[in-house]
């Protein structure tokens, strides 16, 4: 899915806005560490649309696989930040905050572009939000010439059968075990890896071709939780990054337990980086992308206590500390551009 984000505080007035959704920020935060992408998708002709494709030019995406219609507006996801006493840091509604129309998120209704099209784009992985009969073709295409498949479903949605065909050609499935808990009756045995993120006590994965064991990574203890919008979307584009930082020419044959492990840690720190600031992208609105990836990794590298990586780890936690730290100074500086509060409320009708 890819929307545009609407960032609004607790009092509904316009905190940020831009690209987002599960698939749009994965790109984009794959694209501002040097990846190029090719987003595939309908959007409507109006301003939403505009703000999600100047962001993807800025990317140096390749627009040729979007597709935009008058008749379908682009979806809009607003992002509420809660209060501290919710126990929550945000929660999302497709409901416009002035007036409740909602501008949700439909499956396109896209042919499958042809074979020339789609060979000319040689991608390293496709990515799935979810089970469209579109993204399973791509897939499926992709899947044939030795391409990774990730699918990241946030529920199963209203058709099991394209869900299961969804699960049947991906290679690597992730998912927050708050959002699917009834996986059980799916047939998951051919998947590579499956990894199940639960949130602020870290995520277990198994590659069951391998083996049955999950394995438990923790979370990064972030000593400031602001907003933990696109703490999974983080740790997915990480864990690609490091997989093919690694390893150029990465399939998913050549992926091993050692390797997932870490690659899964370098995407945890980002994640845990990532939620001391407001905004499911806010840290590459705030950190050099070098300064990002400097922190992840000696994050990633700072010594297990125990299986965890920062209960009474000193090392993690001063790294940690010192991208607060870093955080807090750019957001006392913010950098030409950065779109901070405005006290203004926004109406779907605008976008
Ligand atoms: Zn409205």
Known sequence: MIALDIVLDSDKKLLNYGLGGSAGNVLSILGS?????????????????????????????????????????????????????????????????????????????????????LDAIQPNVVYMDRATTLGIQIAQYYKERNVMIFFEPSEVGNDPDLFRQALAVADMVKYADDRLEDLEVYDRSKIFVEICTKGSAGLYFRAPSLASDWIELDAYSAPSVIDTSGAGDWCTSGLLYYLFKKDPSCTISRVTYNRLNEALRFGQALSALNCMSTGARSLINTLHTKTINKLAEDLQQAKLVNGSPLE????????????????????????????????????HTML
């Open 33 to 117: 560490l040097g990846w190029s992408s090719s987003p595939i998708g309908k959007l409507g002709c109006d301003v939403a649309a505009e703000i999600i494709l100047n962001e993807f030019r800025r990317l140096k995406a390749n627009l040729d696989l979007i597709v935009q219609e008058h008749s379908s507006p682009t979806p809009v996801i607003y992002q509420h930040q809660l209060d501290w006493q919710s126990g929550r840091t945000h929660k999302f509604s497709f409901a416009c905050p002035i007036c409740g129309v909602k501008r949700p998120w439909q499956a396109p209704n896209i042919d499958l572009p042809p074979p020339e099209v």
């Open 312 to 347: 009474g780890n000193i090392e993690a936690e001063m790294i940690l500390r010192e991208g607060w730290s870093k955080l807090l100074s750019r957001r006392l500086n913010p950098k030409a551009g950065n779109r901070s509060s405005r006290d203004y409320r926004i109406c």
